[in-house]
DNA sequence: GTGAATTGCGCAATTA
DNA sequence: GTAATTGCGCAATTCA
């Protein structure tokens, strides 16, 4: 009745949880960095289209304040400001490619991508509707978990009162038959002292 | 017992539900427009910085089209290339501004907000301030809400277990009881014959 | 009216 | 190499 009602949103909630939550989700300290595109929006072109590399800012720092809690406190101006001066590559701080294996490639020649390419919008778009997808899928788990919740909360409220019936039920019967077993003890003595 | 270790889960978690959810977590089709901010990246700067206003690109299409499922499948490259040409502010596409009575007034001169200017900075930092704290909120409130999900469903099977318990022992009375009354009919007989 | 909060979106980096 | 996830900033909207 009520089970089959709960048993199908249970279903479709566990379904939406495919696997282990990739671990991310319950730790987010993952080599974060997040590379303040915003504030780049007036220049990256120029950083892209020059150095062909990425260029972050500060992102240790925000790695290590993540750890604490209200993380949006932790990132002031000053981070955000000096996004154009400093915080060069300090991938590329001391070349060590003359000394290094063939094995080990230039960080530099990475790959030229040019934001006007059309291969770069081809990616952006395809990226752009994973993300668009991948958010629905996270809406609709949200909102299975909030659904679920609801539905076990009322069945345990139902669980608890049909408790407390049969407990009600079975202590009336444990009375009736301990009357029983007194009226059988007298019923016994009299029989005894009939014989 | 129990009781106390689920209940406190249930209290943070009602706790992060202060209200109603403001009817739009429920229903997001709110004039729903976002700006394909991204795609302007490349030239925001000449439009706003030109136009002093707003443009953007086809977003009634968006509205009409999430309203439907898989709304991931309906941004077609369509509204994203051409976001430079055409889709030019619709509200400006004929000027009525003599027709028109000075109470409404043209969008042209709308706040003039230079994305250079310091008080910019300002707004845009505190909004981004405001959107790290939001969205740090729901990452708790969906944990919070798996949990509880989750300790629900082990409370569940605890009472489900305690209801078979019952209802067994319930069962054993039963048959005890029916029992003694078919031995008391019997003696009751056995009575009568007796005399 | 104003500032904070919420929301949808694109971008970039990372992961699977 | 591609799709999926995730954190972030931006802009529009809503809330208080």
Same mark, same amino acid.
């Given at each position: 009745m009520s089970d089959s009602r709960v048993s199908s949103v249970i279903q479709e909630w566990v379904s939406s949880?495919? $696997? @282990? /939550?990739? #671990?991310q989700s319950l730790? /987010?300290? #993952? #080599?974060? @960095?997040?590379? /303040?595109s915003g504030q780049m929006s007036q220049m990256d072109m120029i950083i892209y289209n020059q150095s062909q590399g990425i260029i972050r800012g500060g992102a240790d720092d925000r790695v290590a304040e993540q750890m604490? $809690? +209200? /993380?949006? +406190? #932790?990132?002031?101006t000053s981070c955000l400001n000096n996004s154009n001066s400093g915080s060069a590559n300090h991938h590329q701080s001391h070349d060590f490619s003359p000394f290094l294996l063939p094995t080990v490639r230039a960080p530099v020649t990475k790959r030229s991508i040019s934001k006007d390419s059309a291969e770069y919008r081809m990616r952006r778009e395809r990226n752009n509707i994973a993300v668009r997808k991948s958010r629905d899928k996270a809406r609709r788990r949200i909102l299975l978990t909030q659904q679920r919740a609801l539905q076990l909360q009322e069945e345990n409220q139902k669980l608890q009162m049909k408790i407390g019936q049969l407990t009600q039920e079975l202590d009336t019967l444990k009375h009736i038959l301990s009357q029983r077993h007194l009226q059988g003890a007298e019923e016994g003595a009299a029989h005894e002292s009939s014989i």
């Open positions: 949880y495919p $696997g @282990q /939550p990739h #671990s730790n /987010p300290v #993952s #080599s974060n @960095q997040a590379a /303040p604490m $809690g +209200l /993380p949006y +406190l #932790s990132y002031n």
